[in-house]
């Protein structure tokens, strides 16, 4: 089953980007229930963090089901836990088509969507359909919330997707870091952040649905001190180091110019370096999951050292199908075994 998947995807693979995204979700939405049930995870990959037990830390970064459609399907495909959205409270088409650029030869991604998504009353309506993570059929989910473009307050959209979504998933991601809706990065700022983190704070009410603050690669050691401290004062329970980077580093494919941000392979390193930084200033006070160009057991692996309890990837998902999924847990706990760790757990953060 799984190799006639790398197979579909290879075909995929010969189509424009978006048009390929498009099929893969309409056909894991058909497909999805007739997937074989995982096999069970090698006990040293179980994790527990956000008052839940992953069993295993590799998870589908927010992008691939922006509306929710598909989370089952793909924990089946092995993913420990599926972030979806990024979700805005109405329903958005998103920047003009084209939007999205593979880049091959660097193994890496430029996006420029601008939170296309169906708004928060279809990814509800999905999510109330899915099992829940409790009885193992949905796995766990999480759900990552962001502002409408022409919103006039964007910090109340916030509060008003997480009203509506938080109950209906088992964590919740504050994405400030899209590089493609003008402005949205600026929540990032000091005060700004701590007026957004304390509103969705306040709305959490007594369910506690883990809150997480995804971020930026491209942020200074100002930024990231002061993220660092307003995340600790406010009590979130974690943040996602990083989101797509607008940097650009030397690139090969002849879509290097094209606006919008970079994921994959050129994203590993600096992604990985703010992830150590974040984990020197809040130790083990916050959880950490680390994105950003992850394609092996080995990078999973260097994430979790560097200060990561879970990792998410999206780009390689693109280059190598879902197989990659099942390689790279076996690969992260041949490095485990390798280094004499009997759990994840042991190993986070020790390079930080
Ligand atoms: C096509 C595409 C769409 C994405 N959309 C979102 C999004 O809606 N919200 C979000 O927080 N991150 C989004 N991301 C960023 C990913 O979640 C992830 O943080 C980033 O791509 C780094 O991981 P990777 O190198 O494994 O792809 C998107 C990435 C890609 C490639």
Redesign the pocket.
Request: without cysteine; positive net charge.
């Given at each position: 089953m799984r190799s006639f998947l790398d197979f579909g995807a290879s075909l995929l693979a010969r189509l424009p980007a978006e048009t390929a995204h498009d099929l893969t979700l309409a056909l894991l939405g058909r497909a999805g229930p007739l997937l074989p049930r995982r096999l069970g995870d090698p006990p040293s990959l179980r994790v527990q963090a956000l008052g839940l037990s992953f069993p295993n830390p590799v998870g589908l970064?927010?992008?691939f089901d922006?509306n929710a459609a598909v989370p089952a399907a793909m924990a089946r495909l092995g993913f420990g836990f599926v972030e979806c959205?990024?979700v805005t409270p109405r329903a958005q088409g998103g920047n003009p088509k084209p939007r999205?650029f593979r880049l091959r030869q660097d193994r890496a991604?430029i996006?420029r969507?601008g939170?296309n998504n169906g708004g928060m009353e279809k990814a509800a309506a999905n999510l109330a359909r899915r099992g829940n993570s409790s009885n193992g059929i949905g796995g766990i989910t999480g759900i990552?919330i962001g502002a409408n473009k022409d919103s006039v307050d964007r910090i109340a959209d916030y509060r008003t997707a997480f009203v509506r979504l938080a109950p209906l998933a088992d964590y919740v991601t504050v994405?400030i870091s899209?590089p493609n809706t003008p402005g949205l990065r600026g929540l990032q700022n000091k005060d700004e952040l701590g007026r957004l983190i304390g509103t969705v704070l306040e709305a959490r009410g007594p369910a506690r649905t883990p809150v997480l603050v995804?971020i930026a690669p491209d942020l200074d050691e100002t930024a990231l001190d002061e993220i660092a401290g307003v995340a600790l004062m406010t009590g979130i329970d974690g943040l996602i180091v990083?989101?797509?980077t607008i940097a650009r580093p030397p690139l090969q494919s002849a879509h290097y110019r094209e606006a919008g941000g970079l994921?994959?392979a050129p994203?590993f390193g600096p992604s990985t370096a703010i992830l150590r930084g974040m984990r020197r200033r809040v130790g083990n006070r916050l959880v950490l999951i680390g994105?950003?160009?992850?394609a092996s057991g080995a990078d999973a692996y260097a994430k979790i050292r560097a200060g990561a309890s879970l990792v998410?990837?999206?780009?390689?998902l693109v280059y190598e199908g879902p197989g990659l999924v099942t390689r790279i847990k076996s690969e992260l706990a041949e490095c485990l075994t390798r280094d004499g760790y009997e759990s994840v757990a042991e190993a986070v953060g020790i390079d930080a």
């Open positions: 970064a927010a992008g922006k959205g990024t999205l991604v996006n969507m939170f990552n994405n899209s995804k990083s989101n797509t994921s994959g994203l994105a950003g160009g992850i998410q990837l999206y780009t390689a």
